[in-house]
């Protein structure tokens, strides 16, 4: 057993505190799980297939780690990348093949042949329009130190739609299409190995289907995708971060537990929806099961089940939040402002989100230390109670998403050589 299946017994007996969805984070390293069949563990997973025509590549991974995932090909193959299948365009998973078809075009052999869903090449073109932004919310959400995003993609040669089959040598893959994070997911099931590629409809952590700052996910229909996964009685998943899961029955298990997270935060917040509840009473009301959220390929550690919450109604209600005040607010410094002055003075609020802190009551005293700033933007007091505050909120959340919101909430406020 090399260190790849090692890392997958350890996360299913929960052993593992943090799970792979940090380019920092990720376990690097390949191993051959079946003769023919090999998995690169990075940011994002690769699932290799040897077939008679040459390899295939389901997901191709990150710039990242393009050039790990090279070395690790070539120690186990020497043949060339005949197919490779996107299971969506998010960027972690699309820039690996760049040193395959290097190699490629230095031997005279063709490129490889790339496969998508057909609304991929949309999703593309919407990253080159919107570069800057995505740039700046993976700098936050990520910590990196320099906000960069890609400008320009590998297209694929082939878009394909649900129930697409191709055949490469001796080897059959079924492309099946649902949304779930995206809405040009593919996942791939392999019948002779009695495998399924999950791509990012499962990532050992609660599904990243609330994004607060990406758009919209699917979460109905991601839990349909899993129900559909289930059927196939797979006795081996890939998912697209995190190790495998081997044994039909582990993989049912888990199939099935995040199927039922998903449609348990469906069916209570349509519920909620469809009784006149506003979004503030549904966000408070609707609750995922402690026992569900304890498991460790369902723990939240990247994504928050409130934020899914959030993200449901967006699909379903749109952005009107049921507060007649909301629709056409004033601006928040405007807001601040008459805050501050009731209060006596941004000093007033300022103190009271530090005695709100202090009694654990973080969400109230975020609320005020962000009117304070807002009143009194050039106030260093009220930034360094600010900063104090989000880096409190940071340290007790469980959500990587939520962490750098937080993160990058109190280095706002902290002086520049702070």
């Given at each position: 057993?090399?260190?790849?299946?090692?890392?997958?017994?350890?996360?299913?007996?929960?052993?593992?505190?943090?799970?792979?969805?940090?380019?920092?984070?990720?376990?690097?390293?390949?191993?051959?799980?079946?003769?023919?069949?090999?998995?690169?563990?990075?940011?994002?997973?690769?699932?290799?297939?040897?077939?008679?025509?040459?390899?295939?590549?389901?997901?191709?991974?990150?710039?990242?780690?393009?050039?790990?995932?090279?070395?690790?090909?070539?120690?186990?193959?020497?043949?060339?990348?005949?197919?490779?299948?996107?299971?969506?365009?998010?960027?972690?998973?699309?820039?690996?093949?760049?040193?395959?078809?290097?190699?490629?075009?230095?031997?005279?052999?063709?490129?490889?042949?790339?496969?998508?869903?057909?609304?991929?090449?949309?999703?593309?073109?919407?990253?080159?329009?919107?570069?800057?932004?995505?740039?700046?919310?993976?700098?936050?959400?990520?910590?990196?130190?320099?906000?960069?995003?890609?400008?320009?993609?590998?297209?694929?040669?082939?878009?394909?739609?649900?129930?697409?089959?191709?055949?490469?040598?001796?080897?059959?893959?079924?492309?099946?299409?649902?949304?779930?994070?995206?809405?040009?997911?593919?996942?791939?099931?392999?019948?002779?190995?009695k495998t399924i590629y999950t791509g990012d409809l499962f990532i050992w952590a609660s599904p990243n289907c609330g994004n607060p700052q990406k758009v919209q996910r699917y979460p109905r229909e991601w839990a349909h995708a899993l129900r559909r996964m289930q059927a196939k009685g797979a006795e081996r998943l890939l998912p697209g971060h995190g190790p495998p899961i081997l044994g039909r029955d582990r993989v049912s298990q888990a199939l099935d537990e995040t199927a039922r997270l998903l449609e348990t935060l469906v069916d209570q917040t349509l519920a909620m929806m469809n009784e006149g509840a506003r979004l503030d009473d549904?966000?408070?009301?609707?609750?995922?099961?402690?026992?569900?959220?304890?498991?460790?390929?369902?723990?939240?550690?990247?994504?928050?089940?409130?934020?899914?919450?959030?993200?449901?109604?967006?699909?379903?209600?749109?952005?009107?939040?049921?507060?007649?005040?909301?629709?056409?607010?004033?601006?928040?410094?405007?807001?601040?402002?008459?805050?501050?002055?009731?209060?006596?003075?941004?000093?007033?609020?300022?103190?009271?989100?530090?005695?709100?802190?202090?009694?654990?009551?973080?969400?109230?005293?975020?609320?005020?230390?962000?009117?304070?700033?807002?009143?009194?933007?050039?106030?260093?007091?009220?930034?360094?109670?600010?900063?104090?505050?989000?880096?409190?909120?940071?340290?007790?959340?469980?959500?990587?998403?939520?962490?750098?919101?937080?993160?990058?909430?109190?280095?706002?406020?902290?002086?520049?050589?702070?």
């Open positions: 057993m090399g260190e790849v299946l090692e890392l997958a017994e350890r996360a299913w007996q929960g052993e593992l505190e943090q799970t792979q969805i940090h380019p920092g984070r990720a376990l690097v390293g390949f191993e051959e799980l079946a003769p023919g069949v090999g998995f690169m563990s990075a940011f994002s997973n690769v699932a290799a297939f040897e077939t008679g025509e040459g390899l295939v590549f389901l997901d191709t991974s990150s710039f990242f780690h393009a050039r790990k995932l090279h070395e690790a090909i070539r120690h186990w193959s020497p043949a060339p990348v005949h197919t490779a299948v996107y299971t969506h365009g998010h960027v972690d998973h699309v820039f690996g093949l760049g040193p395959f078809e290097e190699e490629a075009a230095e031997k005279g052999l063709p490129t490889t042949r790339v496969l998508a869903h057909h609304a991929c090449p949309a999703r593309f073109e919407r990253y080159v329009l919107t570069n800057g932004y995505n740039a700046i919310i993976n700098q936050r959400q990520f910590g990196f130190p320099q906000p960069v995003f890609p400008k320009e993609y590998r297209q694929p040669d082939e878009t394909v739609g649900d129930g697409h089959v191709i055949r490469v040598g001796d080897v059959t893959f079924e492309l099946l299409h649902d949304k779930g994070e995206t809405d040009d997911h593919l996942w791939i099931w392999v019948p002779a190995e549904v966000l408070h009301g609707v609750q995922a099961p402690e026992e569900l959220l304890a498991r460790p390929y369902l723990r939240p550690s990247y994504d928050d089940p409130r934020f899914i919450v959030r993200n449901l109604w967006r699909l379903y209600g749109g952005w009107y939040d049921g507060n007649p005040a909301h629709l056409n607010p004033p601006p928040d410094r405007e807001l601040a402002a008459e805050i501050s002055a009731l209060a006596g003075g941004t000093a007033g609020l300022s103190k009271r989100a530090q005695a709100l802190a202090a009694e654990g009551q973080l969400e109230l005293a975020s609320q005020l230390a962000e009117w304070a700033v807002q009143a009194s933007p050039e106030d260093r007091s009220a930034h360094a109670v600010r900063a104090e505050i989000y880096r409190a909120r940071a340290q007790a959340e469980t959500s990587l998403m939520a962490q750098g919101v937080y993160r990058a909430a109190a280095r706002d406020s902290e002086p520049e050589d702070g």
